[in-house]
């Protein structure tokens, strides 16, 4: 089958902005680096899955759906984006939060959620769940009991079908670079959810080409993040029916940036920001972005890449978390 065999609602704004960073790439005297910016793609300040979200809401409304639910943590992004796709069709939608990252009242009250809730979702909360999807499911039987048509939506919308979005997001990448006449070393993005690094590679593959897909975990080991990613990008190749097209050792996952944990700080990712703030006035986010950055930077820094390669760093999008996460930059010396 091809992509364009299944129901697709446009929410995107698309093709989102290949931009050069050449202020960033002067900076670290590295190679050259682009970004493409999937935090353009609308849904109350954008993200990478909305791209996702374009199928899996087509989904729910071919099956008559009235509800929407999903799961996430506090901060999530793809709660906010699948929070504002309910608005924008007129869907209900009903969310389960897991509060496994703890901060401070900012955290607990602005960011994400405070969007969230202006957008009119019912919110539920759970403490740290080993089955999150699971108890998310929970919730959407339940509400089907009472009288609902529901919809469950995966964590960061990330199945076989919510990864199409990311398939196709490779052929616009590609479209983009082509008639630009630039040639792409590798892609650095966020990796957490696995859909969008499964799309990617799939969407690549598809159009024969080999560029290594670089994902900066930021919520796990690489080793078991790649396990993970390549596990999905197999279910999109059933979805698809085109057999095994990616190989298990294209899967890149590189799990040295995201510690202490998930949407918890750390001082590369501080300087990951800030440096991309002052120098190109791009924003990028605590969680995901910046901590992807901070493994780009590092990886110029350590001769990874050189001044031959070119990169394309795709920012999925995250800012709305930034004023959640206020203290972390108001306690640290950003420098000039």
Same mark, same amino acid.
């Given at each position: ?48 899955? @909305? ?15 009235? @509800?929407?639910? @999903? ?5 999530s992004n793809h709660v906010r984006q699948t929070v504002a796709a309910a608005a924008k069709t007129g869907l209900r939608c009903e969310? #389960? ?12 009250? =602005?960011?994400?959620?405070? #969007? ?12 740290? !769940?080993?089955?999150? =999807? ?69 969407? #690549? ?11 900066? @975990?930021? !919520? ?53 920001? !800030? ?6 006035? #791009? ?18 820094? =350590? ?23 206020? !203290? ?9």
């Open positions: 089958m091809d992509i364009s065999d299944f129901p697709r609602l446009p929410l995107a704004h698309l093709p989102t902005p290949l931009e050069p960073l050449d202020n960033l790439s002067r900076l670290l005297a590295g190679p050259r680096i682009y970004v493409k910016r999937d935090d353009c793609t609308g849904l109350a300040t954008g993200g990478n899955k @909305t791209r996702k979200l374009e199928f899996l809401v087509a989904e729910a409304l071919a099956r008559k759906a009235d @509800t929407l639910v @999903t799961v996430g943590a506090v901060q969310v #389960l939060l897991q509060r496994e990252v703890i901060r401070d009242l900012d955290y607990a009250t =602005n960011g994400n959620l405070l #969007l969230d809730q202006l957008m009119g979702v019912k919110l539920h909360y759970c403490d740290h !769940s080993a089955d999150l =999807n699971g108890d998310g499911q929970k919730l959407a039987d339940a509400l089907g009991r009472a009288g609902a048509k529901t919809f469950f939506i995966p964590a960061g919308g990330s199945n076989p079908l919510g990864a199409l979005g990311y398939v196709d997001c490779a052929f616009e990448l590609l479209r983009q670079t082509t008639d630009r006449q630039i040639e792409m070393t590798a892609i650095i993005h966020a990796t957490g959810s696995q859909g969008t690094q499964a799309g990617l590679l799939l969407g #690549l593959a598809l159009q024969d080409r080999v560029i290594p897909v670089h994902g900066i @975990t930021v !919520s796990r080991p690489g080793r078991e993040q790649a396990i993970k990613v390549l596990d999905l990008v197999r279910q999109t190749e059933q979805l698809l029916g085109t057999g095994p097209l990616v190989a298990d050792n294209q899967v890149h996952c590189d799990g040295g940036f995201y510690g202490p944990g998930y949407g918890q700080p750390n001082a590369q990712m501080i300087e990951a920001v !800030s440096l991309c703030a002052r120098h190109e006035g #791009l924003l990028l986010d605590p969680v995901y972005t910046g901590k992807a950055m901070a493994g780009l930077i590092a990886h110029i820094r =350590n001769g990874t890449f050189n001044r031959d390669d070119t990169l394309v760093f795709l920012h999925t999008g995250g800012q709305a978390a930034l004023s959640a996460y206020r !203290s972390a930059f108001g306690a640290q010396d950003l420098g000039e």
